[in-house]
T-cell receptor, first 113, second 112 residues
């Protein structure tokens, strides 16, 4: 069975550019989570959706960050404009329901120069 | 503010030995405590989880011990194998919140 699929796996771009990260959750999963992982702050929850609706975006660091889930099989996390301090590994996770175990993708390693 | 404190940051154990990772939390509303295993270049994978109504849970070589009064829980890896070399994260959440708070992680190295 396919797990959570994230793309791209690696992204290197210059400061000020728009960055779009993509996630395809496991089929049948109703909840989707976006995390950021850095050495300094560890794993942080940015936002999560249930049935394609954003439930809690209190972890989104700034207005430069936005996330959408237009349908049950696709979500995006966008950073515009990007800054060097946004460099991190971004993970998407999905679960059958909010109180079920979360399954993580392999992440997108983002480097902002 | 980190809600779950994890130690040690790293540990080295000989093959066949026991790896022990400790976590402590402050929020008494937390009622679900999972452990995740992460290999380089991969996302975290759920390893084992416990709820505070039991003091211990064992799955194969992995055991969680839970001390509700002390607000502490730990992961024991018995008979550690080189394939167990990874970073382990403890986490905690409230059932009606669904937001996982992760510890800082422990890098375990098992020497053959």
């Amino acid at each position: 069975d396919a797990g959570v699929i994230q793309s791209p796996r690696h992204e290197v771009t210059e400061m000020g550019q728009e960055v779009t990260l993509r996630c395809k959750p496991i089929s049948g999963h109703n909840s989707l989570f976006w995390y950021r992982q850095t050495m300094m702050r560890g794993l942080e929850l940015l936002i999560y959706f249930n049935n394609n609706v954003p439930i809690d975006d209190s972890g989104m660091p700034e207005d430069r960050f936005s996330a959408k889930m237009p349908n049950a099989s696709f979500s995006t996390l966008k950073i515009q404009p990007s800054e060097p301090r946004d460099s991190a590994v971004y993970f998407c996770a999905s679960s059958f329901d909010l109180n079920q175990p979360q399954h993580f993708g392999d992440g997108t390693r983002l480097s902002i120069l | 503010q980190q809600q779950v404190k994890q130690s040690p940051q790293s540990l080295i154990v000989q093959k066949g030995g026991i790896s022990i990772i400790n976590c402590a939390y402050e929020n008494t509303a937390f009622d679900y405590f999972p452990w995740y295993q992460q290999f380089p270049g991969k996302g975290p994978a759920l390893l084992i989880a416990i709820r505070p109504d039991v003091s211990e849970k064992k799955e194969g070589r992995f055991t969680i011990s839970f001390n509700k009064s002390a607000k502490q829980f730990s992961l024991h890896i018995m008979d550690s194998q080189p394939g167990d070399s990874a970073t382990y994260f403890c986490a905690a959440t409230k059932s009606n919140d669904y937001k996982l708070s992760f510890g800082a992680g422990t890098t375990v190295t098992v020497r053959a």
